[in-house]
C-alpha cells in the first residue's frame, strides 16, 4: 500500500523544469537559425569568393578603396587604384568586401 502511494504522487517541480528545458531549447534552436547560421553562410560565401578573385578583377575593401587586381599571392593582393599615375598598393585578402564589391559591379552594369 506504501509503495501505490508513492508512485502517484508526482513532484510539481519536475514539470517545472522540464518546461524550463523545452523552452530554453526552443531560444537556443531559434538563435542558431537567426544569428548563427546566417553568420556562418556570409563567412563561407566570403572564402568562396576571395577564393575565385582573378587577375582584372575590380574590387572594393573594406575601407572603401577602389582597386583593379595586378597580382594575386596567397594572402596578398597588389592592386591599382588609379590608372593615369599608376599608383600600386599591396593588401591583404582578408580586407576585400564581398557585399560592396559585388554592389558595385551590379549598380555599374544596370
Known amino acids: ?3 501505490s502511494l508513492l508512485l502517484l504522487q508526482t ?3 519536475a514539470t517545472n523544469a522540464i518546461a524550463n ?6 531560444i537556443i534552436l531559434i538563435m ?5 547560421r546566417p553568420q556562418m ?4 560565401e566570403q572564402k568562396n569568393y576571395l577564393d575565385t578573385l582573378r587577375k582584372g578583377d ?3 575593401t573594406i575601407g572603401g578603396v577602389h582597386g583593379k587586381i595586378l597580382k594575386i599571392s596567397d594572402q596578398t593582393l597588389v592592386i591599382e587604384i588609379d590608372k593615369e599615375t599608376g599608383t600600386k598598393i ?3 585578402k ?5 557585399e560592396f564589391t559585388q554592389n558595385t559591379a551590379s549598380n555599374k552594369s544596370a
Do not use: C, H, Q, T
Open 58 to 60: 575590380k574590387i572594393v
Open 41 to 44: 553562410k556570409r563567412a563561407k
Open 32 to 36: 542558431y537559425f537567426f544569428m548563427i
Open 94 to 98: 582578408a580586407v576585400i568586401s564581398s
Open 1 to 3: 500500500m506504501y509503495y
Open 11 to 13: 513532484d510539481p517541480n
Open 21 to 26: 528545458i523545452i523552452l530554453f531549447g526552443g
Open 90 to 92: 599591396k593588401i591583404e
